[in-house]
């Protein structure tokens, strides 16, 4: 099997994986996880203030269905299940933790990258310190709901509810200047 055919598996695999009710219950622990370390970072360092956000119902569901597809859906393919290694993978552990390591850097670093390249609006928010400590926060906590769970969809889940609860609750969309 050649390397596009190990691609195409994995992918496939991480999509049709199911995860467990073991797993959703992780993904709820890692959520907490979050929310009692970034929550307290996200204030000291002015990257959150309560302001919900106030949108019509279709202007809502934009933002949700957007974000689940960008940043979520994408950066869990890019991140997590394309580097890591799939459910079958029989890699030594010190193969499996330097990819992770690798993943977790690359995505921290892909943010400021991004909106420098793409979207300049965001580039103090994506180079707060405060913010990158989130971001790596999150990308382990990311690492670790895949690597439990072997799908997509546990990290997807998390990643989703961290960044429309952001968006929507704590100011995240106007600091975006979106």
């Not at 907490?32 to 307290?40: E, Q, V, W």
């Not at 809502?60 to 979520?72: A, D, E, G």
């Not at 869990?76 to 459910?87: A, N, W, Y």
């Not at 103090?124 to 997509?152: A, D, E, K, M, Q």
Request: proline content about 5%; charged content about 10%; glycine content about 4%.
């Amino acid at each position: 099997m050649n390397w596009l055919e190990r691609i195409y598996h994995k992918v496939i695999s991480a999509l049709l994986t199911v995860p467990t009710l073991e797993s959703w219950l992780i993904t709820v622990l890692l959520l907490l996880f979050i929310a009692l370390t970034c929550l307290p970072i996200g204030f000291e360092s002015g990257l959150l203030d309560v302001r919900i956000l106030h949108l019509s119902f279709l202007g809502i569901v934009k933002v949700l269905v957007s974000r689940f597809f960008f940043p979520c859906f994408a950066e869990e393919l890019l991140f997590r299940v394309l580097p890591l290694p799939s459910k079958t993978s029989n890699s030594p552990i010190k193969s499996q933790l330097i990819m992770a390591f690798i993943s977790i850097v690359v995505y921290v670093v892909a943010h400021p990258i991004f909106a420098f390249l793409v979207y300049q609006k965001a580039f103090g928010v994506f180079t707060n310190p405060g913010f990158l400590l989130s971001t790596l926060i999150l990308g382990i906590t990311l690492t670790i709901s895949y690597w439990h769970s072997r799908s997509i969809w546990s990290p997807i889940v998390i990643h989703w509810i961290v960044v429309v609860v952001w968006l929507l609750i704590f100011d995240g969309y106007s600091k975006l200047d979106l």
